[in-house]
């Protein structure tokens, strides 16, 4: 069993920054490949970023290409996503997810383990 939890969010202005840590227990971190979701009030989830279980493959989603940047640490048991030009569309619940089958995935339906979620909000 792998628990994540997720830290980092907040108010922000738009133009502004963040960075969204998530924390996994567990031995098998540096196996999971870790993606990175959001879901904000009245719509679906949406992928956002994905990170390979090495941290060599990554991948974004064009409305944030350019703009966050998802890292990993596999010792630390970390992965991070660092948002930059935030705008007041990137509001949103923003989960971690771990997925066991080492695929680099942007569906969430792959993913096996989430975490509780931190809300981020743009707006000034």
């Known amino acids: 069993q792998v628990q994540l939890v997720e830290s980092g969010g907040g108010l922000v202005q738009p133009g502004g920054s963040l960075r969204l840590s998530c924390v996994a227990s567990?031995?098998?971190?540096?196996?999971?490949?870790m993606g990175w979701f959001r879901q904000a009030p009245g719509k679906e989830r949406e992928f956002v970023a994905v990170i390979s279980w090495s941290g060599g493959n990554t991948y974004h989603a064009d409305s944030v290409k350019g703009r966050f940047t998802i890292s990993r640490d596999n010792v630390r048991n970390t992965v991070k996503l660092q948002m930059n030009s935030l705008k007041p569309e990137d509001t949103a619940v923003y989960y971690c997810?771990?997925?066991?089958?080492?695929?680099?995935?942007?569906?969430?339906?792959?993913?096996?383990?989430w975490g509780q979620g931190t809300q981020v909000t743009v707006s000034s």
């Open positions: 567990g031995r098998s971190f540096s196996t999971y490949g």
């Open positions: 997810a771990a997925d066991k089958s080492r695929v680099v995935s942007t569906r969430g339906s792959d993913y096996d383990y």
